[in-house]
Nanobody
Framework: QVQLVESGGGLVQAGDSLRLSCAASGRALTPYGMAWFRQAPGKEREFAAGIAHSGYTLYADSVKGRFTISRDNAKNMVYLEMNSLKAEDTAVYFC?????????????????WGQGTQVTVSA
């Protein structure tokens, strides 16, 4: 099975940019659909962005135009480039994988999760 480790979180100011990384091990990423979810304090974990094995991308309306998800199968890495950050983007960000290649916005579709990385955006 695949193991996922996120990195790149931190404390930034509103309007700043941040790049999250997700390193996969144990299996090649090629057949997996990959996604980033986030969970703010007291809220449900929600979908942010996903990228299929084909390269097709899917974004939540709240991040569309500001976040960009990408993958490098040769390096077994997935990235989330976050621009124009807002205070409401503050959350723990989780990398997730699902075998089958497609991406969905429902967290129940993903069987593999990382431990998360904290992103805090000050207003």
């Amino acid at each position: 099975q695949v193991q996922l480790v996120e990195s790149g979180g931190g404390l930034v100011q509103a309007g700043d940019s941040l790049r999250l990384s997700c390193a996969a091990s144990g299996r090649a990423l090629t057949p997996y659909g990959m996604a980033w979810f986030r969970q703010a304090p007291g809220k449900e974990r929600e979908f942010a962005a996903g990228i299929a094995h084909s390269g097709y991308t899917l974004y939540a309306d709240s991040v569309k135009g500001r976040f960009t998800i990408s993958r490098d199968n040769a390096k077994n890495m997935v990235y989330l480039e976050m621009n124009s950050l807002k205070a409401e983007d503050t959350a723990v960000y989780f990398c997730a994988a699902r075998l089958g290649g497609a991406v969905y916005s429902e967290k129940r579709q993903y069987g593999y999760w990382g431990q998360g990385t904290q992103v805090t955006v000050s207003a």
